[in-house]
């Protein structure tokens, strides 16, 4: 996890206790986020709770431009993960 500017770089692998560590670092800056976006491999991911956590945070700043839920994610153990927003 890496920031740049107002990017916030993640990796898909990341564990449950990266995902909290995550949690932790994003609430007192969501403000400042303008984007998180992925980086390095996106074979698989290590927590289904990542995927949970950017949900909450596109749904608590809608603005906020998440590549994982903005766009497909193909992912190369598991295919391509679509999402559909439902109002």
Do not use: C, N
Not at 45 to 60: D, E, G, M, V, Y
Not at 69 to 84: A, N, P, R, T
């Amino acid at each position: 996890m890496t920031i740049d500017g107002d990017i916030l770089e993640i990796e898909l692998d990341m564990d449950i206790e990266d995902v909290l560590e995550l949690k932790k670092f994003v609430a007192d800056r969501l403000v400042y986020i303008e984007a998180i976006s992925i980086v390095g491999e996106a074979d698989s991911f290590a927590s289904s709770s990542l995927l949970q956590l950017l949900h909450s945070i596109k749904k608590t700043k809608p603005s906020i431009t998440i590549d994982a839920i903005d766009k497909d994610l193909k992912l190369e153990s598991y295919g391509i993960v679509h999402w559909i927003k439902d109002d």
